[in-house]
């Protein structure tokens, strides 16, 4: 057995140079300080995507995306499939999970200001990926075509049609009409099973190309101690076991949730009925919904719900930017005024979160 | 540098071809988009033009009370209030395009959604909506309540 493997390997060794790539592997290290917690949730991010294909595939050999099927092919396989109950409530946790460990990923890079160069590239892809992950959870949030979800996607098409000019247009493409209907229910059902993971893959590709090229990030303060040698851990195994054991606990987390806390899947949509009272988004869209709804009607000449939806559109936009605009990071320096901004967002997203949560 | 005629129409045939080409490429593109961007948009549907609809017998409507009627494609609710008067009204919040209630307990027309409140005339007086609701004509015959667009 031992001899068969090797000659396996040999051969391919001959053709791949296997040999190389296990030398660089050996060569990788990922320094230990006492930040290095959070080198963790981008390992963590990646399982769970693995996770979401793993069991949406599964989804698929029963799911029916139209308007007459949708809803009754969820509650076949909530009740009929076995263990149809478990993949579609892991697929549900498992989706906020990832908007969570993905924002927890995003923050720690941005607090670290490892974003500055030379990994721009990774922050950008990185940066797209939570809004591709956002928009795996708005379109999935659809497909079982239940009253909190048809006025969700009523709610978050008509934000994108506020937007001047181009606003119309995109409400139109992705509604696949003038209101919220089947026809919708289609396309969310393409971008969310076809379109998202295609370029998701790209993305996630280019990402973790350029962390084996450029080697993990580390902290700036390193870079101020001349003469101190800095501790690391080899990549493999040790860091890479580390992964397991926390994949491993995760996995058994998500069980746990699946088993106790099982998804719900809520009533029918019906474009006759009134929007049911208590009706909010998902946690990770609260903070935006929340401020939408403090934000009075009309602001001097514009509505302040076209105000609100630029002003998040900005922000989003300059986030995705900082690698450009932070020039002192970029030259090895502290840059406070980041950390500033940093503590000021992530105070003001868990606020509005509590407050859309309380009231 | 010496001009050389020979040269220089060489260069003016290199120009008309990248011309050429590069024109030949633009079209080509645009070949692909443009059915491409036609696919994506929905084609309009002729629907029945709805201009008037039956909401029901009156003696169904209770007072103080909003129903959701379908107008064609839209919701539509019908209000008939303490002081037994018929109105109608969009039932699309202005805000963001959710659907709107009746609340007795606040004696007013309330959108889930975000907080939004109008009042038994359809003007927005609370909360984010940033236009009042637009008001259908109301009218009772033998019994049957019909709804229909102002004119």
């Known amino acids: 057995m031992k001899q068969r493997l090797k000659e396996a390997y040999n051969w391919l060794n001959e053709r791949l140079k296997l040999d190389d790539l296990i030398e660089f592997m050996g060569k ?81 890079v941005f607090f670290e200001k490892s974003y500055r160069k030379p990994r721009e590239i990774t922050w950008l892809t990185g940066m797209l990926m939570f809004f ?28 994108a049609g506020v937007v001047p000019v181009v606003g119309r247009p995109i409400m139109m493409f992705l509604r696949g009409g003038e209101d919220v209907t089947g026809a919708t229910l289609s396309r969310f059902f393409g971008f969310h099973v076809a379109v998202f993971p295609g370029i998701f893959t790209v993305l996630l590709g280019i ?27 080899p990549f493999f195994p040790n860091f890479l076991l580390r992964d397991l054991l926390l994949w491993l606990i995760v996995l058994n987390l998500l069980a746990i949730l699946a088993v106790f806390f ?47 939806i630029m002003l998040f559109g900005i922000a989003g936009f300059l986030w995705m930017l900082v690698p450009f605009w932070d020039r002192k990071s970029a030259r090895g320096e502290k840059n406070r005024l980041i950390t500033y901004i940093g503590v000021f967002v992530v105070f003001y997203i868990i606020l509005l979160t509590i407050v859309g949560w309380a009231l | 540098m010496i001009e050389h005629p020979q040269f220089e129409q060489r260069q003016n045939k290199r120009d008309f071809l990248k011309l050429m080409l590069s ?33 029901g017998k009156l003696t169904d409507i209770p007072l103080d009370s909003g129903t959701i009627i379908k ?3 839209k919701p539509v609710i019908l209000l008939r209030t303490a002081k037994d008067e018929l109105r109608a009204f969009s039932a699309t919040c202005t805000h963001l395009d959710c659907t709107v209630q009746y609340r007795k307990d ?25 236009r009042p609701l637009e008001e259908y004509k109301v009218n009772v015959q033998g019994g049957e309540v019909f709804i229909s667009k102002k004119s």
């Open chain 1, 28 to 108: 990788k290290y990922v320094p230990v300080h006492r930040h290095s917690v959070w080198y963790y949730f981008g390992g963590v991010s990646l399982f769970l995507f693995v996770i979401q294909v793993v069991t949406g595939i599964l989804l698929l050999m029963y799911y029916k995306g139209s308007e007459e099927f949708a809803f009754e092919s969820i509650q076949y396989i909530m009740s009929k499939v076995q263990f149809g109950w478990l993949i579609r409530s892991i697929h549900s946790w498992t989706a906020n999970l990832f908007v969570l460990t993905a924002m927890i990923h995003m923050f720690s």
């Open chain 1, 132 to 159: 591709l992950i956002l928009g795996f959870g708005f379109s999935g949030y659809l497909l079982p075509w239940n009253e909190l979800a048809y006025f969700a996607t009523k709610v978050g098409t008509d934000i």
């Open chain 1, 207 to 233: 990402h973790l190309l350029l962390v084996q090229r450029q080697g993990m990030s580390e902290p700036l303060s390193w870079e101020n101690e001349a003469g101190v040698p800095p501790k690391t851990m």
């Open chain 1, 262 to 308: 099982p998804w719900e899947l809520g009533k029918k949509a019906d474009a006759f009925a009134a929007a049911p009272a208590g009706i909010r988004p998902e946690w990770y869209f609260l903070f935006m919904f929340q401020s939408l709804k403090f934000i009075p009607g009309k602001l001097w000449v514009i509505d302040g719900e076209v105000f609100g």
């Open chain 2, 23 to 55: 024109g030949s490429l633009l079209a080509w593109i645009g070949a692909i988009l443009y059915p491409v961007f036609a696919y994506l948009k929905p084609p309009t549907q002729a629907e029945a033009v709805v201009s008037s609809v039956k909401a």
């Open chain 2, 71 to 73: 107008f064609g494609t």
């Open chain 2, 106 to 130: 606040f004696g007013l027309i309330w959108c889930a959604c975000h907080n939004g409140k109008y009042d038994l005339n359809g003007r927005n007086v609370s909360g984010p909506p940033p």
